[in-house]
């Protein structure tokens, strides 16, 4: 029986994306690096050190230098995100978190981002929360299991309870090794891997994804 559902945060409850291209485009502008929106569609659900080693591809920085750009890409990127509000939040997701809550089943956010807590209390959906798991939860970033397995175990669940909400590969590939199921928004050739596919939350309710994903078992 499902007990908790683990949210994704950028692309799934908000969209965050758009100020991350950004802050990337920036940095990238600046150091002379090629980029544009389509290398941005690779970095979706990527961690932050992940991103600046995609883009910088063969190029040699050192550590310092690495640690720096990423800093800077950062500050660019909370400099965007001060201007959220609660209207930021995708269509559908309040009509759903208040149908869980309801249903009495668990919610959690597992973002790979370490500016989740700003981001859901911009959006001033932070109490509707139970368990944050981020980007400072665990070392090993999606596709590896370890920060949805820390997400169950923080809402004290198994991972077979529990459901994630994803809009990246890497995010179902992590879901799917934590044991998972495994909700993909967006297209099948992104997301198809996971045991139902939707374009997105809107107009979606808690008793028709149940029996999806009950008879997708
Ligand atoms: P930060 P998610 C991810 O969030 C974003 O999709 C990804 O673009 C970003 O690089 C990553 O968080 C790290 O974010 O630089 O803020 O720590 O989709 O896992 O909610
Ligand atoms: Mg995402």
Request: charged share 25%.
């Amino acid at each position: 029986d499902i007990r908790g559902v683990i949210f994704d945060l950028d692309g799934v409850l908000t969209d965050t994306a758009e100020y991350h291209y950004l802050g990337w485009q920036k940095l990238a502008d600046e150091e002379g690096l090629p980029f544009n929106r389509l290398a941005n569609e690779d970095l979706r659900g990527v961690s932050r050190r992940e991103s600046l080693l995609k883009i910088v591809g063969n190029k040699q920085y050192s550590e310092a230098q690495l640690q720096e750009m990423m800093d800077r890409k950062n500050r660019y990127y909370v400099d965007f995100i001060q201007t959220m509000r609660p209207g930021n939040v995708l269509p559908g997701t309040i009509a759903l978190l208040d149908e869980l809550k309801e249903a009495g089943i668990k919610i959690a956010l597992g973002s790979a981002s370490k500016n989740a807590q700003t981001v859901i209390e911009k959006l001033g959906i932070a109490d509707r929360i139970d368990v944050v798991a981020d980007g400072y939860s665990v070392q090993q970033p999606k596709p590896a299991p370890d920060l949805f397995l820390f997400a169950a175990q923080q809402l004290g669940l198994k991972p077979e309870q529990c459901v994630v909400v994803e809009d990246a590969a890497a995010g179902i590939e992590a879901a799917l090794a934590a044991g998972m199921l495994a909700i993909g928004l967006g297209p099948t050739e992104r997301v198809g891997a996971a045991h139902v596919v939707l374009p997105n939350l809107a107009g979606v309710h808690w008793t028709e994804l149940r029996e999806k994903l009950s008879s997708d078992q």
